[in-house]
């Protein structure tokens, strides 16, 4: 089965700064997707990609999927404290079913 | 308003009790999905259902069972052979069994389970 590994485990930042949050497959991602969660709560989808150099933005987050379909970056601008939560990426197996694998998440905290 | 409800929140059990967890959606979607979460292990797949009637096992099936009788309603029961029970539960569904399109899977609030 396929394995997803997120980098940092977790991040602190001051408000203001920039971020990137990466997400790594050994095998080739045919759907790519970034959640994020507040402690204790559901998952909110935040976007999804699927092409080899795709690239979506909303608001001040910004997601990269790379050429070989192996690697995703989150990257958010100018952080602020209502970024903070878990991000999680989650990937599907195969190219026909919609079940996903998900990484173990990064923590973000923002201080002020 | 469209969604997924899951009940209750919190839920206690006393160790050898089996017990079930709720999980609905008024989404009109296919796919349902259960994902047990515990800490720094993300989120792992428990069982889904992508018709009525029919579901299969995911990567942690073991000491749990589900349903499927209507679209809208995908009950977890965890059983007292789940040998350590304890962790925070989420329900998921999409729109369509198959991959194609966005076709993201939408979130209930989760229930915490604690055995006692």
């Known amino acids: 089965s396929q394995e997803l590994e997120q980098s940092p485990q977790s991040l602190i930042v001051q408000e203001g700064k920039n971020l990137t949050i990466n997400c790594t497959s050994s095998k080739t991602l045919y759907g790519l997707y970034w959640y994020k969660q507040k402690y204790g709560e559901g998952l909110i989808f935040l976007m999804m990609l699927q092409k080899g150099g795709e690239e979506k933005s909303h608001e001040k987050i910004t997601a990269k999927l790379d050429e070989k379909k192996q690697q995703s970056s989150l990257h958010i601008t100018a952080s602020q404290p209502s970024h903070a939560g878990i991000y999680l990426c989650?990937?599907?197996?195969?190219?026909?079913?919609?079940?996903?694998?998900f990484g173990t998440g990064t923590r973000l905290q923002v201080t002020l | 308003d469209g969604g997924i409800t899951q009940s209750p929140k919190y839920l206690f059990r006393k160790e050898g009790q089996n017990v079930t967890l709720s999980c609905e959606q008024n989404l009109n979607h296919d796919a349902m999905y259960w994902y047990r979460q515990d800490p720094g292990q993300g989120l792992r797949l428990i069982y889904y259902?992508?018709?009525?009637?029919?579901?299969q096992k995911g990567d942690i099936a073991e000491g749990y069972s589900v349903s499927r009788e209507k679209k809208e309603s995908f009950p977890l029961t965890v059983t007292s052979a789940q040998k350590n029970p304890t962790a925070f539960y989420l329900c998921?569904?999409?729109?369509?069994?198959?991959?194609?399109?966005?076709?993201?899977?939408?979130f209930g609030p989760g229930t915490r389970l604690t055995v006692l």
């Open positions: 998921a569904s999409s729109i369509s069994r198959l991959a194609g399109g966005r076709n993201e899977q939408f």
């Open positions: 989650g990937a599907r197996n195969t190219g026909t079913a919609s079940k996903l694998t």
């Open positions: 259902s992508q018709i009525v009637n029919d579901f």
